[in-house]
């Protein structure tokens, strides 16, 4: 009898045989993407926003708040109430530049994790100013931001000079130096500069020419401030030299040194300058908010910063825009905590878990699911 070919065969077979073939099976793997367009990406954040507020808005009932109020409260009261529009920018502005200040020293691959004791030294280097009254009044405001400024970048000196000489890991130098500078401050407000006349720990009141004025109607200087180092950020990352090797140096430092660009000096006026954006936040803060120097001015803004230049990518762009949502949620919670006498820790509670669900958006964008087929054995 003749030998059947294999198409024959395959129909003839019997149903054994065909249990005895291996099986295709589908399987799911995660890829990572290597560019996705922005209004997809923008799409995912929209939705990863609303999940998060809805979350907090399902939360927010379940502890008596009226579901009907929830909107006016989170939304209108909030962005489109004079008084509160205001509050948010005013609560920004010191946000946006240490934000900036982030998004610049990780794009050099710098860790900056001292944000915070920048911080503390661009506010002790303007009260300093203040204290011993240099300058005369006209110019004592502009002295105060240059002097915040660069007790900044002195304080972000030593840790990069450290790791490029020394190969010392920057996030540990870079937290080390927030207690420090934290203890220092304890030293100037509790001791020497401490407040005569009330016996409090903070420093005496800045006068009034010390202090941000406001630039039209109540909306302060602050704002314009903010706005002016996003666009020198944006400047300096997009449009000049330095610019343009900071992109070698954050794809890879080896190979960028490889092809002639000065690593080290690009990687020390980055972290320079973003530790004069983090003094420069200082200064606002104790000129324009606190109108003295106190214990806890700095308090929470270096975990915001961090935490806004990952949400935003180390773009400067986007990182005003993450910086404006979370001022956002910082007044939306002060209004709660009035309004309807929510706990402060309810209120930190609803801003992390809208925060984790933007931050959980950035798997999908970075990450795609890819349908496989194979034979089982």
Known sequence: MPEMSGVNAEVTAT???????????????????????????????????????GLSAAILIA??????????????????????????LFQAAPIV????????????????????????????????????????????????????ALGGLAWALAPVLLKLKLKVNEIISTLMLNYIAANFLLHLVYGSWKDPRDAFPYSPQYRPFERLPDFFDGYSFAIPMAIGVALLAWWFVGVCRVGLYLRFVDASPKVAEANGVPVAKVIVGTVLFSGAMAGLAGFVVAAGQEGRLTQAFYQGYGFSGILI????????????????????????????????????????????LIVICVAGSDFFIRHRLRRTQGRES
């Open 15 to 53: 149903p054994a045989q065909r249990l005895r073939e291996p099986l295709v099976s589908r399987r799911y793997t995660v890829e990572v993407r290597q560019q996705m367009a922005w209004p997809w990406q923008a799409l995912i954040l929209a939705l990863a926003l609303l999940i998060g507020l």
């Open 309 to 352: 230049a990952f949400l935003a990518r180390n773009n400067p762009l986007a990182a005003v825009v993450v910086a404006l949502l979370v001022a956002t949620l910082f007044v939306a919670g002060r209004n709660l905590q009035v309004f309807y006498q929510i706990p402060f820790s309810m209120v930190q509670l609803i801003q992390a």
């Open 97 to 148: 530049m240490v934000a900036l200040a982030g998004c610049l020293a990780f794009r050099a691959r710098f860790w900056n994790l001292g944000l915070e004791g920048q911080m503390i030294w661009g506010g002790i280097a303007a009260t300093a100013i203040s204290l011993f009254e240099i300058g005369p009044p006209a110019t004592r405001l502009p002295l105060m931001m240059l002097a915040a």
């Open 63 to 88: 502890v008596g708040v009226p579901g009907g109020e929830l909107f006016n409260e989170l939304v209108m009261q909030t962005l489109f109430d004079v008084a509160s529009l205001k509050a948010v």
